[in-house]
C-alpha cells in the first residue's frame, strides 16, 4: 500500500501525517513525533472538525482518532471507521464499507456511531472510496476506481466519468482536491 502524507495546521502549528506518524512542528522549527498509531496502521485522511484534527485509517480496524487543542489524542469508543473525510456545508462526511459514504451534522461527535446517517453505497460495491472532496456548492465528490461520482441533494450519485468503469484502475481518484 501507498503512503501520502497530508500536511494539516491545526492550533496555530503545523502537523503531517505520514503513515503511521504524525509529527508536530513547532514555531522554533523543531520536529518531533506527534502521535506513532503502531505498526501496520496508516493514516488515511485529516480533518479538523469541532475544533480536533480527526484521524481516519482506511480500511482497516482501527477506530478514528482526535487530538484536541491541549495535545490529547483520543479513540473513539464506538466502532466508527472511516477511510476519507470531507466537510460539505455544515457536515462532515466520511467514506467507509469499501462503497459507502456517511454523514454527521454540525457540532455532532464523530466518535459515536448513533449521529453517523446510514451508509449510502456508490457505484460498484467491489471498489473502495480512492478519495472525498466537496464542491463550494456542498455537493460530494467520490472518487472511485471506476469513476467520480457527485452526489444531488437526494443522495444520488452519478459517476461523471464513466470511461472509467471499463478499466478501472485501484489508483484513479486518489490524492484529488476541488479547485474554483
Given at each position: ?16 501525517s505520514h503513515g503511521r506518524y504524525v509529527t508536530r ?156
Amino acid at each position: 500500500t501507498s503512503e501520502i502524507s497530508i500536511p494539516f495546521q491545526f492550533n496555530a502549528e503545523l502537523f503531517v501525517s505520514h503513515g503511521r506518524y504524525v509529527t508536530r512542528t513547532t514555531a522554533q522549527a523543531a520536529v518531533s513525533v506527534d502521535k506513532d498509531f503502531g505498526a501496520g496502521i496508516r493514516v488515511t485522511d485529516v480533518v479538523i472538525w469541532n475544533s480536533a484534527a480527526v484521524v481516519g485509517f482506511g480500511l482497516s480496524t482501527t477506530k478514528i482518532q482526535s487530538r484536541d487543542t491541549a495535545g490529547t489524542w483520543t479513540t473513539a469508543g464506538d466502532n466508527v471507521y472511516a477511510d476519507h473525510f470531507t466537510i460539505a456545508k455544515d457536515r462532515l462526511w466520511r467514506a467507509t464499507a469499501v462503497n459507502q459514504v456517511g454523514n454527521i451534522a454540525s457540532g455532532a461527535n464523530p466518535f459515536t456511531l448513533a449521529g453517523w446517517s446510514t451508509g449510502i453505497p456508490v457505484g460498484d460495491a467491489t471498489f473502495g472510496v480512492t478519495d472525498l472532496n466537496s464542491l463550494p456548492d456542498g455537493r460530494i465528490v467520490v472518487s472511485k476506481p471506476e469513476g467520480m461520482f457527485i452526489g444531488d441533494s437526494s443522495a444520488q450519485f452519478t459517476n461523471v466519468l464513466p470511461q472509467f468503469a471499463n478499466l478501472p484502475d485501484a489508483d484513479n481518484g486518489k490524492n484529488t482536491c476541488v479547485v474554483g
